[in-house]
């Protein structure tokens, strides 16, 4: 992207309220950031632009102002991809309501690589951890992506085995990509950057506010080809499964002891089809061959969700 209309989409979608479904339309009815913000008396004469819900936004914001957010843009060494472009993921631009815009540090997946999201509760048992980190080491040794959305409990864990094997992990923030949640991972941050990749659809600067975190579920399925999910029966954890369902992912369930209150949501799972792993060659075996043995390629079936 030529430099002025990143800096003029970057200007856009710093405006209060403006979000990502108004920045796509304002950017296919002008077909360019640069002249979408010389026009910007005209927004609110484009009908699909008006009626997104909320307010919206007004221009506020002068040509210095634009100029520093570029600034600090560029020495926050982040990089941009568009749903226009080639470098966008694949497996995510054919989801519902992909993210027009993507903010990154590192390097996304070849479209031919195999990523498994995992997902789980923030309080995490002992034998929680220990399975979510056991499960990506063992995913990552065989080539596979592990997608996480860098909280504590099982997503660190995860994270965390696949970096010890030297794989490659993608975190997805429900923040800025400059704004590291919780302050405790910055290490494991910067070890994501190095050998992966963290992933924001949030302009830089954005807390991480708790609306956020749904959004940011649709992409951590949206970028995978299953999810695996140890849960509690009403756990956030559950909203990625709903993603995963909608965008016809595979989903594995870990269970858990039936006396634990944060394994009710994986069981029942298990009970409306998803498909019970014990370990990382039970997900290896829908996708490579050398795993399938004598059981053959297995895929969930979830009819009694649809």
């Given at each position: ?68 957010l570029f600034e600090e843009f560029l020495r926050s060494e982040t990089r941009v991809v568009t749903l226009n472009d080639d470098a966008y993921p694949s497996l995510l631009k054919n989801i519902y309501d992909p993210p027009f815009v993507l903010f990154y540090r590192g390097r996304f997946p070849r479209n031919e690589d195999i990523c498994i999201a995992m997902v789980g509760s923030r309080k995490a048992t002992a034998y929680g951890r220990l399975m979510a980190e056991t499960i990506a080491r063992d995913l ?167």
């Amino acid at each position: 992207m030529e430099e002025k209309e990143l800096k003029y989409l970057l200007a856009i979608y710093n405006l209060p309220g403006m979000g990502q479904r108004r920045l796509k339309i304002l950017f296919d009815y002008f077909q360019s950031f640069e002249y979408a913000w010389q026009q910007s008396d005209f927004w609110e004469q484009i009908p699909e632009y008006v009626s997104v819900h909320g307010d919206p936004p007004e221009k506020r914001c002068s040509e210095s102002q634009v100029e520093r957010l570029f600034e600090e843009f560029l020495r926050s060494e982040t990089r941009v991809v568009t749903l226009n472009d080639d470098a966008y993921p694949s497996l995510l631009k054919n989801i519902y309501d992909p993210p027009f815009v993507l903010f990154y540090r590192g390097r996304f997946p070849r479209n031919e690589d195999i990523c498994i999201a995992m997902v789980g509760s923030r309080k995490a048992t002992a034998y929680g951890r220990l399975m979510a980190e056991t499960i990506a080491r063992d995913l990552s040794e065989k080539g596979v992506w592990v997608v996480s959305g860098m909280a504590r409990g099982i997503d660190t864990y995860s994270h965390q085995g696949c970096l010890k094997a030297g794989g490659r992990t993608i975190a997805v923030l429900g923040s800025g990509i400059d704004v590291i949640y919780p302050r405790e991972n910055k290490g494991l941050y910067e070890q994501i950057i190095t050998s992966g990749l963290v992933v924001s659809e949030f302009p830089l600067g954005t807390p991480p506010l708790p609306q956020h975190f749904p959004a940011r579920n649709r992409i951590i399925s949206g970028l995978s080809h299953g999810v695996v999910v140890e849960a509690a029966e009403k756990s956030g954890s559950l909203i990625t499964v709903d993603f995963a369902l909608e965008q016809g992912r595979d989903v594995f369930a870990l269970p858990g002891p039936v006396t634990s209150p944060l394994s009710k949501g994986t069981h029942k799972l298990i009970r409306q089809g998803a498909k019970l792993i014990e370990t990382a060659g039970d997900i290896l075996e829908d996708y490579i061959e050398e795993y399938q043995g004598d059981r053959g390629k297995s895929k969930n079936d979830f009819d009694l969700f649809t």
